[in-house]
């Protein structure tokens, strides 16, 4: 019976062309990959000015005369702003194009980064995260559906990991810049927010430069032969399809935000008061706890790619289940030994667990998704889950206050928060509830939801194709030989 179940998590095969992943690397075309590292940067971008929060909690509740308690509000703000931002620029995209509407995003970014680096009071600084959760939130969706819908199927898996790993490599930019900038500067906090708003406007000039997605310019091509339709009409073409698509997906919808509710737990409680907890329950310094966090995220960057790459051949359910195991088997050397070695020797070693499991959810959530809506549901769906997620930081800080420990620094013995058994039990659910969600969920492995029609098609509700020879337009499920009730 168990080797029954393993093979139920391993879907079956697609059909690969000779030489496999190898042979699809090399067909890339220079377009591709700038589209690829357009999607990847647009991520890093997001995870860059996330994180300057979250590396400078102690710092920014001495500036505001704060608690740290208190500047996790910034980013439970952050959070539960994103869905709104994903509703936004997910619609844009789909209804409109993948270039324009990311280029609009990173330019509001930046604009919001620049104006954080100058605000004066902790309300006014408030108010910014909070903008900037709208603009986080559109990201996300519109970079996977930029990085991914342009690759050959046997490269998604490999290039979802990739593309996801663009947060951790955010946050290791983020470290590198506060361990080697922020101490030798009077700015302080403030200079992360201007490198996050460089990095922000270079990325916002690369995606003006880079070509729009074949998939919209074949749908816009296909549009001039047949007549084409008037902006009105295709909004309202749009609105319809829309509507359709929530009629006939809506256990979908609900099945992914329970999905993305657990994964945003298990990295944002992995992830935001990590520094926060080697400095306040075990001791150590803001330059050791800025390595840490470098190591872990070196982690997380192997893991994505791993994980991504291993979902090609395994499953991506299979592949989300045993890097979760991985995080559970790692929890005590990420929470019990008391050496900087040991610490950080678990924070790799579970953030490859994390991450890889994470690595996972770009293609898994693109394949899930109705097709032609790959921008608004996959985006939407992940920061809802956020927004349910987004007290998970405060959560932690609350169970510090609440379970306490005494450590001895300097020969001098301190009551401090117990983050370490808060963070323990917190991702050992976390990780129990996501084993059993993905078990529970639907798998279109290798599904080409590139041939699907986009938004603004009638039909688009119904995930039918551009063209299927001369006959009625079917849906991708149908041609996959999948049936509805096999989605959900």
Known sequence: MALRFLRSLIPRREKRNNG?????????????????????????????????VALSVNTLAEDFDKKPGQITTAITLTLLFRSLGAVVFGILSDRFGRKWPLFANLVIVCSIEIGTSFVKTFPQFLAARALFGVAMGGIWGLAASTALENLPVELRGLGSGIVQQGYACGYLLASMV????????????????YAAACLS???????????????????????????????????????????????AHWKLCIYAILLMTGFNFLSHGSQDLYPTYLETSKGFSTHSATVATMISNCGAISGGAIAGWASQYIGRRLTIVIFILLVGAFIP??????????????????????????????????????????ATFPGVAYQLGNMISAASAQIEA????????????????????D??????????????????????????????????????????????????????????????????????
């Open 20 to 52: 496999g992943t190898l042979r699809a690397l090399r067909s890339l075309t220079f377009i591709q990959l700038l589209q690829f590292v357009t999607g990847w940067l647009a991520w890093t971008c997001d995870a860059f000015d996330f994180f300057c």
């Open 178 to 193: 506060n361990l080697t900038v922020i101490p030798h500067t009077s700015h302080g906090w403030r200079a992360l927010f």
């Open 201 to 247: 406007s270079s990325t916002a000039i690369l995606r003006a430069l880079t070509p729009e997605s074949a998939v919209f310019l074949r749908a816009k091509a296909l549009e001039k032969i047949n007549g084409g339709h008037a902006t009105g009409d295709k909004t309202k073409i749009f609105i319809k399809e829309t509507k359709a698509m929530l009629k």
């Open 333 to 374: 050397l990420w929470i019990l030994p008391t050496s900087f070695s040991a610490l950080a020797a678990g924070a790799f070693f579970l953030q490859v667990g994390v991450q890889g499991a994470w690595g996972v959810v770009p293609i898994q959530l693109a394949e899930m998704s109705p097709p032609a809506f790959r």
């Open 398 to 417: 609350v169970g510090g206050s609440n379970i306490r420990t005494t450590i001895t620094v300097g020969g001098v013995t301190k009551n401090v928060p």
């Open 419 to 488: 983050y370490a058994t808060v963070q323990g039990i917190l991702i050992g659910v976390v990780a129990a509830y996501l084993i059993i969600v993905t078990i529970l969920g639907p798998e279109n492995h290798g599904t080409h939801f590139e041939s699907a029609k986009t938004a603004f098609e009638g039909g688009a509700g119904a995930d039918e194709m551009q063209n299927v020879g001369m006959g009625k337009p079917r849906s991708i499920r149908e041609l996959e030989g999948k049936d509805d009730d096999e989605v959900v």
